[in-house]
């Protein structure tokens, strides 16, 4: 429409224009679809990890090697993918307390056989984020292997509290504590425990942060007063026991 306006005598001649809203669109038509997802328990092996390095996996040098066997992990959604064995070597008799330290784990990394922290693995991949607890328990004193189970009495078995990694975050780890073993096989010792949210994915355990602290970190105390038979191997077992919860 035309408008008209004087403005300091003059004649101002404008135009207003009528602004036109927004129009709704209508609805032609409605129909639904359907999203679906099936969830599955993976129930593989998984493969070992540097417990100083979690995104680099590791294999035994030689499972088969009677002095260091090593099976295959554990099958499921909560396993245990490997365990070292713990070798204190040859030592010589002293008048006095001793404690000994057990060697670096050897593992193959890369086909190269690289020296770590004595560790042992668990991989959770329930979905279920319930929790786990480790324990161990050592299967008697350790005993001679010439044939006459002579035990090294008084000796203790103990462990530093290990150092968990993954490539999980670091707010999902498991607590862990350093324990000394009960050689007569009546007590478990728990190693480590994920609560209620925790411990998802896979943790290697390693006795020392560092290699350098791992060859300190696994220690056999064995006293004066103990009898020693030169020239033979002691030897025992440890049963490490891996929980569906931590309590």
Known sequence: MKSYQVIGGTLVFGLTLLAAGPVSAAVSGTMNSTTDVTFTTDVTVTTPLNPLDPTTPVTAVNPSDPNDPHAAGTSGPLSIDYVSNFHFGSKVITSANATYYAQADKVLQNAATVDVPNFIQVTDKRGTNVGWKLSVKQNGQLKTT??????????????????????????????????????????????????????????????GGTLTEGRSAVSLYVPMSTAKVTGTTYRTSLTWNLEDTPN
Do not use: C, E, H
Request: no cysteine; glycine share 12%.
């Open 146 to 207: 010439d044939g006459n189970n002579t035990p090294l009495t008084n000796a203790v078995l103990s462990f530093v509290a290990g150092t968990a990694r993954s490539v999980t975050d670091v707010a999902y780890a498991p607590a862990t504590q350093a324990v000394s073993l009960d050689p007569t096989g009546t007590d478990s010792s728990t190693v480590a425990t994920a609560t209620s949210g925790k411990g998802m994915g896979t943790w290697a355990i390693g006795f």
